[in-house]
């Protein structure tokens, strides 16, 4: 369906005309008639299918001579990036309706302007919760004749804690009035808000999971709990992509990142939400104008954030809704150009939770092997190649390369130091990435072995087949990678490779055995003393490396399932 098949007004046309929009997007479709009609409107789409024009082209419609000095449009944002672009598209719409003013108010930026703004007669009123709850108490803002109350993006300022703040604004207008609220999720606490303040509400509800990630090519890279900053450097370094997210889900995490990745030497920055208004848009201009390469950030961060050209989205963190995967990863891709999505994860449950968001996006999400240190560094010395090959040379170069004459280093030596130079800085920050375990399958022979303690014993009714289980469904190894096994009163040690006991200890915390949540920790001397003070319960079984004679790893500390296998044969 087209725009000029819709009842609007010659002026809007005319503005939707000239900014080339033809054929709706599925939520304008559906959302604009009946807005239009003045019903309220639950509309839920994903990020990028215009529902900014959806509630703001019959936002701008609405307007009347009648109403040129008093508020009549009242639009929620949950931040002020969000809140400045839906008012820089919504003066779009009314470039040639004249009695249309559009004002944006939200925190961060000087209250006098946005009062003397106000004063001038605005009749649409764009901003964020509190700055808007700031203006109706100064009474800078009166909302007597407010006709139409929109939430954008309603998911992100409830997740922000706007609830109270938004329902302070809802009390304070007009109840003779038309609610709308677009959001791109739907938690149940906006189903609390359109019960309460809506009246008969259409929900409008546009599926295109599939639409937004056809164009991106998504990958995962399975690396061992605690060294995923590693992976991500050796990725940014191989991949170099000018412009790249990274989505962290806490906003510590995006602080710690963003320092560790501008320590090795990469030009990143962080966004969130406690950050100043000042540092975000200082931030967000760096990013646009690629002066930073790199911006880690918060879902609920990026939300605003509309750069087109972005060639890569790095999940650090896995998504804590499926939802906000698709959101995530189509911030590349945009625009008709091809994008990557590379998720890294740790663990059989972050593969369990990441299958399950390649079942909700209908899409294959492919493993790939990290690139190794070499191999980057070679991938760097071509480049090398490449820039020195494409270089002019200046005349001052061949005054040091005379003074370097002089002082015994000929043009050869000169040019090896100097290509030296060039490769340990495109390598030295590189972390060393050597997958610890080789998960060989069978018995090893004569490895150094040491044990980990586990908070778990017979008090709990363990047994030895609970502990393998549970270690070999948290590490990915082989039960017969685990030797010895003793279990005492309230602990359990079992014997480990000493090469692997640290992979083991990082992905097994935390690991739940038969229902409890246990800590693996490294048996150190002294605790052993006070272990063996407990009388161990199973401690039938020898070690599994070394002298040990043939014999089946299993059979001893699972005695049934030898019986079992019998009966089976
Ligand atoms: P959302 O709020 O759903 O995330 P936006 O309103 O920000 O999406 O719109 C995303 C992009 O799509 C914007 O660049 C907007 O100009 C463009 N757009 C919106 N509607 C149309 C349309 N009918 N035809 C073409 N482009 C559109
Ligand atoms: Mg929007």
Not at 58 to 80: F, G, M, N, Q
Not at 131 to 153: A, F, G, P, Q, Y
Not at 359 to 368: G, P, V
Not at 395 to 405: E, P
Request: hydrophobic letters at 35%.
């Amino acid at each position: 369906m087209q725009f000029n098949e819709l009842n609007l007004s010659q002026e809007l046309l005319d503005a939707v005309d000239e900014l080339g929009y033809q054929e709706m997007t599925e939520i304008q479709q559906q959302s604009i008639p009946l807005l239009l009609e003045g019903s309220d409107v639950v509309g839920l789409s994903n990020t990028g299918t215009g529902k900014t024009a959806a509630f703001g082209i019959p936002a701008v419609e609405s307007i009347t001579e009648a109403d040129r000095k008093r508020v009549a449009v009242l639009i929620l944002c949950p931040t002020r990036e969000p809140a400045m672009q839906a008012a820089d598209e919504m003066r779009k719409y009314a470039k040639f309706k004249k009695c249309v003013r559009i004002c944006a108010v939200f925190g961060g930026a000087s209250m006098e302007k946005q009062i003397h703004e106000l004063k001038r007669g605005a009749n649409i009123v764009i901003g964020t919760p509190g700055r808007v709850l700031d203006h109706i108490r100064r009474r800078t803002l009166k909302l007597d004749n407010l006709r139409c109350l929109i939430l954008d993006e309603a998911d992100e300022m409830l997740n922000m804690g706007f609830r109270e703040d938004i329902e302070s604004v809802l009390a304070e207008s007009p109840e003779e009035r038309q609610t709308v609220l677009f959001s791109a999720t739907m938690p149940p606490e906006i189903l609390a808000i359109t019960k309460k303040y809506q009246n008969n509400p259409v929900k409008v509800k546009i599926k295109s999971a599939q639409k937004t990630v056809e164009s991106i090519q998504q990958f995962y890279f399975e690396v061992p709990m605690g060294r995923k900053t590693d992976a991500l450097k050796l990725l940014l370094a191989a991949y170099s992509p000018s412009s790249a997210m990274i989505f962290c889900n806490t906003k510590a995490m995006v602080d710690q990142l963003t320092e560790e990745l501008i320590k090795s030497g990469f030009r990143a920055a962080g966004i969130h939400g406690d950050m100043k208004q000042v540092q975000r848009t200082q931030v967000m201009n760096g990013f646009k104008s690629k002066t930073t390469e790199i911006l880690v950030a918060t879902d609920v961060a990026a939300r605003g954030i509309d750069v087109n050209d972005i060639d890569a989205v790095f999940n650090y963190d896995l998504p804590q809704d499926n939802e906000y995967y698709i959101h995530r990863i189509g911030r590349t891709g945009r625009a008709g150009k091809k994008g990557a999505a590379y998720t890294i994860i740790s663990g059989r449950r972050q593969l369990y939770d990441l299958r399950t968001i390649e079942k909700f996006i209908r899409a294959e999400i492919n493993q790939l092997p990290l690139p190794d240190k070499d191999e980057i560094t070679a991938m760097k010395m071509e480049s090398i190649i490449k820039e020195i090959a494409g270089a002019e040379s200046v005349h001052q170069a061949y005054m040091i390369l005379d003074r370097l004459a002089a002082l015994g280093i000929d043009s050869r030596e000169a040019s090896a130091r100097l290509i030296s130079c060039k490769i340990k800085e495109a390598t030295e920050n590189l972390p060393e990435f050597k997958i610890p375990v080789p998960l060989k399958r069978g018995r090893r022979k004569d490895c150094k072995t040491v044990r980990v303690d586990i908070n778990i014993g017979r008090n709990k009714r363990i047994a030895p087949n609970f502990i393998i289980g549970a270690l070999t469904d948290a590490t990915g190894m082989s039960g017969r990678d685990f030797g010895k096994i003793d279990i005492y009163d309230t602990h359990t040690t079992v014997e480990v490779p000493e090469a692997e006991s640290e992979y083991i200890i990082d992905s097994t915390n935390p690991m739940r055995i038969n229902g409890h949540k246990v800590e693996v920790k490294l048996l150190k001397e002294d605790n052993i003393r006070e272990i063996k003070a407990q009388k161990p319960a199973f401690d039938r079984r020898k070690s599994a490396y070394g002298n040990r004679k043939k014999q089946d790893v299993f059979s001893d500390y699972i005695p049934n399932r030898k019986k079992r296998t019998k009966k089976r044969h």
